[in-house]
């Protein structure tokens, strides 16, 4: 079976392929990990590290969330590795100041699992989930200022239907934006129950009955907003490029095309050489520093899917860095 169970509620998705894909890097220097470093950029409950930690004994480990509720499930879950990780509080892009903890100038593994994490889905309170009435959040540091309430009752209309087309792809985006202006000068947003009843009655019953829950694509734009997740991504891929040591690799778990597709350009336009086309060989300072290791992207097979839904729509892709450009 390749995810992990435990009493934290948490299971990571394609746990065992993550480190399938991830073991010639641990392994470069010993078969143990010894002398290797893995950064998980989005630790969450510690799921995935804890598989590493114990496949890996020998290697060091950091371990990074925006979220301190999450860091510090995570050292309940693996104190047992006592010393051999360093927690940081900070989101994903900070891999610079995240090796600067640690002590470290470059990493041997990396992984990033995107998106909101089923720890965040299954606390009410937090307000990702649209199965429930609670609170207008979404934030996943709360130290945040911006809330999904903030986005819904003071931007312009053309802000949310923007929000809405771009990061949840919802066709219906300025009807529902029109809604949610004429419904805030009655009573600003609050709990998400409001936006459910809202987004019921603006969105056709024909498209209710095939289109999947109506909040889906509401909700998941709303985060995305209030996180800044494309922006982080679009800044993380380089630093967590940049900082890859020779022989290393970076594998990427998504769950929605926009993200997928800021993955894929970033790694197809490190694994191309820059040299003009059809010559013999690269020019000086032109041959590509990285390796596509995964052919596409891979997705989870069927039996982890039906074990563990939240699978279903990740998307996997991983590269080595095969050399370093002189500066």
Do not use: C, W
Not at 100 to 115: H, M, N, P
Not at 166 to 192: H, L, Q
Request: hydrophobic share 40%.
């Amino acid at each position: 079976m390749d995810h992990v169970e435990g009493r934290f509620g948490h299971v990571p998705v394609m746990a065992t392929r993550m480190v399938e894909l991830l073991t010639p890097a641990l392994t470069r220097h010993h078969d143990d990990g010894t002398g290797a470093t893995y950064l998980d950029g989005t630790l969450g409950a510690g799921g995935h590290t804890e598989l590493v930690a114990k496949t890996f004994p020998g290697a060091a480990i950091i371990g990074i969330d925006r979220d301190e509720n999450a860091l510090e499930l995570a050292r309940d879950r693996l104190s047992a590795f006592g010393d051999r990780i360093t927690f940081v509080h900070e989101r994903y892009d900070a891999v610079a100041e995240a090796l600067r903890q640690a002590g470290v100038e470059s990493y041997d593994a990396a992984l990033f699992d995107l998106g909101v994490s089923s720890m965040q889905l299954d606390q009410p309170e937090r307000g990702f989930a649209y199965s429930v009435d609670a609170p207008l959040d979404m934030r996943m540091n709360p130290a945040d200022d911006l809330t999904a309430a903030d986005v819904l009752n003071t931007y312009s209309h053309g802000e949310i239907a923007r929000i809405l087309s771009e990061f949840g792809d919802e066709r219906f985006a300025g009807k529902i934006a029109s809604a949610i202006v004429r419904e805030r000068e009655t009573e600003p947003f609050t709990t998400s129950g409001r936006l459910v009843e809202l987004l019921y009655r603006a969105i056709p019953a024909a498209t209710r009955r095939t289109g999947g829950h109506p909040a889906k694509r509401t909700f998941q734009a709303l985060r995305i907003e209030v996180n800044s997740e494309l922006t982080s991504l679009r800044n993380a891929l380089p630093a967590a490029l940049d900082n890859l040591a020779v022989g290393g690799r970076l594998a990427i778990m998504s769950y929605q095309s926009l993200e997928d597709k800021i993955v894929k350009r970033e790694f197809v336009a490190r694994s191309t050489s820059t040299s003009p086309r059809g010559l013999p060989v690269d020019l000086p300072g032109t041959a590509p520093e990285f390796e596509l290791i995964t052919r596409g992207a891979e997705r989870a097979s069927d039996a982890e899917i039906e074990q563990n839904p939240r699978s279903a729509s990740v998307r996997v892709r991983a590269v080595e860095r095969i050399a370093r450009r002189n500066p």
